[in-house]
């Protein structure tokens, strides 16, 4: 069995980035098929047009996704940008950083909310940023501040930043879509021409296409947050056990997630389609805790002890 080295994690991430593109397409494609036959009626344009559309669509969000996903999840977290002298101390942790690992200085961003909790986007290490919240930032000692961007750095050395990027807009957009299908299907569907066609004895075939569209809209996004969790939670411990390799100390970030481990306060901007990409769940409004058994991430308590564990 091949071990499993930087080279083949970063070659893994970048096929299963690609994978997941062309599964996102299909998918849209396919899903555009199952509109135009549930509303086509018989309208040839319709049938064929739609799957056409839903492809462009996809192709489209694709490129969107690729090119301006970072910048995108920047902004629904509400993070600002920040230069050397606003905070030298931080800057100089990822310079020390970048270099040992070998990569570009990434842009550096911050999240003014008293939750504490970092993230790493982009589509590669040369177009890559890191975003603390102030909340994290305050109550790190330097060792700590030091894990926790080693982590983040990690995650854009391995292009784990890529993959879960994409995962993020594209499963998004999917969810929104399923929800969208799910929702009109009250207010259309087989209602008006469909309706009338079923009284005259030929839409049985129409109602196992309107159930298949149905039972796939449901799937879909539980099926992709299953991946998405599965995939994540991997590429979490990972993570933490190559950030030990930019800091030698395990203690650093093993202490800091101690720390994140009690925080209970709100951030406001996360959301479920950001909150994997976070170096722990995040508590969210409505009195949502990502932290159980649905969670992208692995427990605090092992990702602890598995750190703790490299120090004897």
């Not at 999840?73 to 942790?93: H, T």
């Not at 501040?145 to 990027?165: K, P, T």
Request: proline share 5%; with cysteine.
């Amino acid at each position: 069995m091949q071990p499993v080295t930087f080279n083949t994690l970063i070659a893994r991430n970048k096929r299963n980035s690609y994978l997941l593109i062309a599964f996102f397409m299909l998918f849209f494609i396919a899903f555009g098929v199952l509109i135009g036959e549930v509303w086509g009626q018989g309208d040839r344009t319709f049938r064929v047009g739609v799957p056409v559309a839903a492809g462009a669509l996809a192709f489209l969000l694709t490129l969107f996704s690729y090119f301006g996903g970072p910048s995108a999840l920047l902004g629904m977290s509400n993070a600002r940008q920040i230069a050397k002298s606003d905070d030298p101390e931080l800057f100089n942790v990822i310079e020390e950083l970048a270099i040992a690992g070998g990569m570009p200085m990434p842009r550096v961003f911050v999240i003014d909310s008293p939750a504490m909790n970092a993230f790493a986007t982009g589509r590669n290490p040369k177009h890559a940023a890191v975003a603390i919240t102030a909340g994290l930032r305050h109550k790190l000692s330097r060792d700590e501040l030091q894990g926790v961007m080693a982590h983040e750095l990690c995650h854009i050395r391995n292009y784990d930043i890529l993959y879960s990027m994409l995962m993020a807009v594209l499963v998004g957009t999917l969810v929104m879509l399923a929800d969208v299908f799910v929702r009109s299907m009250y207010f259309g569907g087989m209602t008006g021409r469909s309706r009338r066609r079923n009284s005259k004895g030929g839409g049985g075939g129409q109602i196992i296409i309107v159930v298949i569209a149905l039972v796939l809209a449901i799937l879909a996004p539980i099926l992709a947050r299953i991946i998405q969790m599965a995939l994540s939670r991997q590429r979490e411990y990972l993570a933490d056990a190559a950030s030990v390799d930019l800091t030698r100390n395990p203690q650093g970030l093993a202490s800091a997630l101690a720390k994140l481990s009690g925080d209970r306060e709100i951030l406001e901007s996360a959301n479920r389609a950001t909150a994997p990409l976070y170096i722990v769940p995040p508590v969210m409004r409505l009195g949502h805790d990502a932290r159980n058994l649905l969670s992208t991430h692995p427990p605090l308590k092992e990702r602890i002890d598995r750190l703790m564990s490299l120090t004897k």
